[in-house]
């Protein structure tokens, strides 16, 4: 178990290597901080350019710049904005809660949605309301989740003003971005929990418990549905890469003050130490829930615990 | 949003007859697939205006059932376009983007994944590794860097798409290349001396043809979703050209007062994507019910 969770860990830290690799050089490809932040502010001479250069550390080589940022990253040190010369981290810390608040939300209303309503399917297979529930899916997997999210802002915000358009002025500014987000999840997450279930409960020891009189309440929730969780729980590990992208677009329909918004923001002013931190921060998130999502496949099903 | 679409999900032992719902099903996939296969060939032809004529006594005219006398079924935009002339044109940037980045990428990823299970070795370790890489890297974040590099336009967006998606074809490829390479009929044709490239080409790409296919399908749908979103962000195609997630980003500033400029567009893309599914399920269901 312990050389798993090393080798695993060694292969996640190569991956992390590489993306900030590719996200450090790629970032100095798109245009220089210095002349983007004297735009609108008149044309800056070639003295003040070298020296911001040299306030930045982007005039030393592209390989000393990132050995740089990398070890002093080891440190939990991201460095300094060029913009707004504030640490790194602590635009990081302000702005995470919010991409976190939407993500877990979001997450907790695809659940909520998605497993009644696949359990419901699976139990009543081919019949009306499970065709109804898989239309219902597919139109989900259809929507582009900012159309979804402008839509649900035209009928919520705008008709019935039953909740704010966009931005964040307290809990309640969560409910729109929370239910774009769930819905488009649960929609993939009906048609998964379903087809689990549906497989389960095709095994021979669902029919013991059925043929020793056990109540098909206690069949479906206790041998069913936790044998139907494993495939469901790899997939939403699988789909969290997929899930920040949803994030990052939603934060900017719902001008919502998160990490997307922060990191689009950033690459526009080029200011590369929070570009990097961002990538840094939300690569690890995903690492890091891979990591969980594998490691709880022993506790779900002890037949595939690791040696 | 994910960069590939969720083919591989549970294990199907529990298959039945179809429903009565999938030859309907089919057909509706079908006739959107193509209505908007029409829309992008013929647009010129059925479109009723002009995609840049701007009349700016009609700005924001409402759908013509709600505005009589207008000469505007779906209504306009900000600056008086005839949102169905866009809609029709747009159809030509989502099935381009969506046709092209699937069509390469499918292709690339099939020969690094037939190669690579086929010969094995370092080739295949080098191919798996940088598969791996390619796939935990969260597309949004890829996508935001390359474009940001690259420029925004058409060719970008699919580029950014193929760089990210080769790696899907190539782990199924491989897998189904690994599934019949031992097969005692592969083994018969090599020890008869049929050169590799043949024996890839006549016995193990048939093998692999149908997974493939199913994941293209599905692949199209996403690829359309992805680049109206990336679109959408500003980091799409020309917000000059017509296009659906361009509408919508345009139309985001008149969300209190016209319905109708978010409304449509948004409709397009969701009937065309979900034209592209109902196709993909339905060749799901018949090719490869193991995908399922």
Known sequence: MIRYIAARTGGALAVLAAITLFVAFGIRLTGDPAVALFQGAGAPSTQDIQRM????GTDRPFLVQYLRFATAALRGDLGTSFRSGEAVSSLIAERAGATLALAVGGMIVAL?????????????RDALSDFLIRVGSLLGLSFPNFWLGIML???LAVRFRLVPPSGYIGPVSLVLPCLTLGVILASTLVRLVRASLLDTLGQPYIRTARAKGMPERIVI???GLRNALLPVVTFIGLQFGGLLGGVVILENVFAWPGLGQLALEAVS???YPVVQGVVVVLALGVIAVNLVVDLSYGLLNPRIRVG | MDSAPAVATAPASVRRAAPVGLRLTLLVGLTLVGLSLMAAAAAPVLAPYDPQAADLHARLTPPAWLAPGSRYLLGTDAIGRDILTRIIYGARISLTVGLVSVALSSFAG???GLTAGYYGGWWDEAMMRFADLQLSFPFILFALIMIAVLGPGLSRIILVLVVTQWAAYARLVRSETLSVKETEYIQAARALGIRDGRVIWRHVLPN???AVMVLATLSIANNILLEAALTFLGLGVDPAVPSWGGMLADSRNYIQTAWWDSTFPGLAIMLTVMGFNLVG????????PDLR
């Open chain 1, 53 to 56: 250069h040299q306030a930045f």
């Open chain 1, 112 to 124: 909520a949605v998605a497993f009644p309503m696949g359990t419901y399917a699976a139990m009543h």
């Open chain 1, 153 to 155: 802002i035209l009928i």
């Open chain 1, 221 to 223: 929730t206790r041998h």
């Open chain 1, 269 to 271: 002013y080029r200011d």
């Open chain 2, 110 to 112: 099939t020969a690094l």
């Open chain 2, 208 to 210: 692999a043809l149908g």
């Open chain 2, 281 to 288: 399920d339905w060749l799901r269901d018949k090719l490869s």
